[in-house]
């Protein structure tokens, strides 16, 4: 069976790699051209958009909206890799701290800020994973990076552990702030559970298990996708054979656009430049 164009959400299971979830789609869909928007740990599960096929270029814009997670931190031990697959390091009593420090402590982490990732993220670091040369015995000091987290709630609170909301810009690792909330606080902190809940306009209420696609495999087409995860601008005839060959347009958008000719087809994303529209992607 080989489909079209579209995308596809799974609910990752946790102990298996985002690249496991890519090949078992790859052998259902029947074609190699499969690629997903944004890494989960092998620990972590929920929300993963794959693209297939033309839709696989949708991905990269994709990778840079919202995401959102719910998370268990365990207070009072650091792990080498920031999360419970790691080695404890250390542990410090945490017998001193109350709700009121856990709250406070996590304000620190609204808005703008600069966030070390983890050692063991899929940062390249002159062409390899930072991963691979951790696990290749290579000390990695990753540079700080701006990141933005919309909002951070306390859904439960058994100390030494919690359970946190987080609403964050793409690029932001729970893990780090598993791990500088424990720093903040002066006893440690890692990840011990992580669920990707949502990925831009996609929720866990979308999502299939892989196992339901392997007994029904369905797809997002591409045109009802871009529509979903974009503003959409149906063209006139003439607008739409001038996209089809990539040339500007006459017309002012406001943000990055999924643009339709007349009869539905979805033909390309475009983006504002002053006063006209130029082509960031064309899919026909």
């Known amino acids: 069976m080989t489909l079209d164009a579209g995308l596809v959400v799974v609910d990752k299971p946790g102990g298996i790699t985002s690249h496991d979830v890519v090949a078992r789609v790859r052998r259902l869909a029947g074609t190699r051209k499969v690629g997903h928007a944004g890494t989960l740990d092998p620990m972590a599960t929920g929300v993963l958009v794959l693209g297939l096929n033309r839709a696989t270029r949708l991905l990269g814009h994709l990778t840079l909206t919202d995401k959102r997670y719910t998370a268990t931190v365990r207070l009072g031990a650091t792990t080498t890799t920031d999360d419970a697959e790691g080695e404890v390091v250390e542990t410090r009593p945490t017998d001193g701290l109350s709700e009121a420090d856990v709250r406070s402590a996590l304000r620190s982490f609204l808005g703008e800020i600069d966030q070390v990732p983890s050692s063991v ?133 406001d943000v990055l656009t999924a643009l339709f000719a007349p009869d539905g087809e979805f033909l390309a994303l475009y983006e504002p430049r002053e006063d006209t529209a130029h082509a960031v992607a064309v899919f026909v």
């Not at 909330?181 to 440690?188: F, H, I, P």
């Not at 990840?191 to 809940?197: C, M, P, S, Y």
């Open 121 to 253: 993220s899929a940062i390249k670091v002159a062409g390899k994973r930072a991963y691979a040369r951790v696990r290749e015995g290579e000390a990695v000091d990753l540079p700080s990076r701006r990141v933005t987290v919309h909002a951070v709630d306390v859904t439960a609170l058994d100390l030494p552990s919690l359970e946190i909301d987080v609403r964050c810009s793409s690029g932001t690792y729970i893990r780090a702030i598993a791990r500088d909330l424990g720093s903040a606080l002066g006893v440690g902190g890692h990840l011990t559970a992580l669920r990707r809940t949502a990925v831009g306009p996609f929720t866990v209420a979308d999502a299939r298990t892989v196992d339901a696609l392997d007994d029904s495999f369905t797809m997002t087409p591409i045109a009802d996708a871009a529509r979903d995860c974009f503003p959409a601008l149906d063209l006139s005839d003439e607008d739409a054979t001038s996209v089809r060959v990539g040339r500007a347009l006459d017309v002012r958008l």
